[in-house]
């Protein structure tokens, strides 16, 4: 039952035309009589005929698409960034390549490659890491191909970027402790190597600095290996000066500690205070709901479309920090 | 310091021979010598030559790439759904173009003929509602483009469809919780107009038919209006013959009905039991721990793509159902 879509040809054939003509009609080119196109135009709205986008795009030298590059779908930051970026490119007629990586450097590299190979018009990428090298994101903005890094920045390449302020989240968060008597603060520290990581970090260490506060290496817990973070908060919680707050890199690794402090028997937030971030929508879930930090993902995305397709001529140019709110919820008390 | 792309024109330049020689030698053409071949191939290499895929595609009269149209990308459930198509579909060499609908049945429509346009070698789609008229689908599929639907059936098209047996699920939880000496079982019914919806609905009719209990409407609440539903679950918590278990649609209504019967005074597992569906991520972040179905979505979206690719000779055959799985956690008890 399958039929083949009708072409230009076929247009032509039936009005007995040339193919140019059906295209000049088609296309609003020059040299071609008004009753002409009207005819062609006719017949083409009667037999529903469609143009072949891509071949039209390969003329005139844009594929109208855009690669996106993220490490994974099933992150609500990502998900998000996704739908920023998608109502955006829709509205200028642009199409989306979206690929995950995983997390997989190796993967990432394929991914960027393979949609400069499809010769799309810009490229965004959320990078999955950042203690690899990344220079050959230099090649594929060699060739043309503009790039815009989101969340995370790389040294290797210069280049437009759409970040959020990680520092000035983390501030916030570890600042509004302090503001509530919170003296005795542990930081649950994210994956090395990665910008946010790092930022938030120094967030962390520079709020404690800000009020006077001492700091000490012991009181940063890396959550790189499972058994080995929970097993060192869990000696820290059972410690005759336990900490009063935790202050966790991401709302997952936030929601882990809620239930190891309700496992050693403290209860939230009157024994122990926990802020998250990036304010996970499950966060208004669980028990107490989670004071965390928001980052503006959907509009991240948004500008990172808004600026690949305004600036072209100076693309090194853009460096675009968002700010980031923090949500007071009920896992956080004053001491 | 843009640089433009290496072409064959470049190369055939540099070698002194037609773009048809360098094209056969890097295509593995006919009728050239092994020796011009191999000078093609070094210097390519050297140059760092890559085909324009979008120009070869076009050729070969395959856009090499997949349409994909789910209702949201910010849904566990849909996220795995994409990392499943998305991992089958790079092992066969296939982009994949995906957008979502925002549950609006225009965008949707005007998604699938925009993939159409494009001339995507499939299209798969998770229908964001299915009481409209999908009868357009028709057309696409009419004009060669095979079409799978995922999660949810629609009888305006006779096509293939990948699906998890919601029916059994739903009656697995029912039964679950009849097993455990729950009598008195209220359904936090979905959206009306969806498959989905009427299949969990079906299960937990019959489950209880199933055990002869009595079913009674007044026992489903529908939560298509957000206060309306809190209000009726409310009245019906603080009734004289209260429900001692709830049985959602999803977890998210799951995780509001938790709240709900807390904010009630009532313990969970203790004085209520609840089931969720779905198995997102956060259920084990809860307190308690949220017992709900677990669907196969990353071998849905696999699935999918097999289908597509092995069977376009038959392609309204198949209708793959995949089963369910019951995770028993910790806010469920026996009477």
Same mark, same amino acid.
């Given at each position: 039952m399958k039929k083949d879509r009708v072409t230009i040809k076929d247009i032509a054939k039936a009005l007995n035309v040339s193919v140019t003509t059906v295209s000049r009609a088609l296309n609003g080119?020059?040299?071609?009589s008004e009753s002409t196109r009207k005819k062609v135009e006719e017949l083409a709205k009667k037999w529903k005929y469609r143009p072949n986008q891509l071949a039209k795009n390969l003329q005139q030298n844009s594929t109208k698409t855009v690669g996106v590059v993220i490490p994974?779908?099933?992150h609500n930051f990502f998900s998000m960034m996704l739908h920023g970026i998608e109502d955006r490119a829709r509205e200028l007629n642009y199409q989306l390549i979206i690929k995950s990586s995983g997390r997989s450097y190796e993967q990432e590299k394929e991914n960027c490659f393979n949609l400069s190979d499809l010769k799309v018009d810009g490229l965004l990428i959320a990078l999955?890491? =950042?203690?690899? =090298?990344?220079?050959y994101l230099n090649d594929i903005y060699d060739e043309g191909i503009p790039i815009i890094l989101l969340d995370r920045i790389c040294e290797d390449i210069d280049t437009s970027v759409v970040i959020t302020d990680d520092f000035d989240g983390a501030f916030k968060a570890v600042d509004y402790l302090i503001k509530n008597g919170h003296q005795h603060i542990v930081h649950l520290k994210g994956e090395e190597g990665i910008s946010t990581t790092f930022n938030r970090y120094m967030g962390y260490v520079e709020a404690l600095k800000d009020s006077q506060l001492p700091f000490h290496s012991d009181m940063v817990i890396s959550t790189e290996v499972q058994n080995d973070w929970e097993k060192a908060l869990r000696k820290m919680l059972n410690d005759e000066h336990r900490p009063t707050a935790l202050f966790a890199v991401t709302d997952y690794i936030a929601f882990q500690a809620m239930e190891i402090c309700k496992q050693e028997g403290l209860e939230i937030p009157k024994d122990i205070s926990i802020i998250g971030y990036a304010d996970e929508p499950v966060s208004i879930y669980t028990s107490p709901k989670l004071t965390t930090v928001k980052q503006p993902s959907y509009d991240m995305g948004k500008k990172a479309i808004e600026i690949l397709f305004n600036t072209s001529d100076d693309l090194k140019s853009e460096h675009i920090v968002l700010e980031t709110e923090l949500m007071v919820r009920d896992s956080t008390a004053t001491t």
């Open positions: 080119g020059e040299r071609i994974e779908y099933n999955s890491q =950042d203690r690899e =090298d990344y220079s």
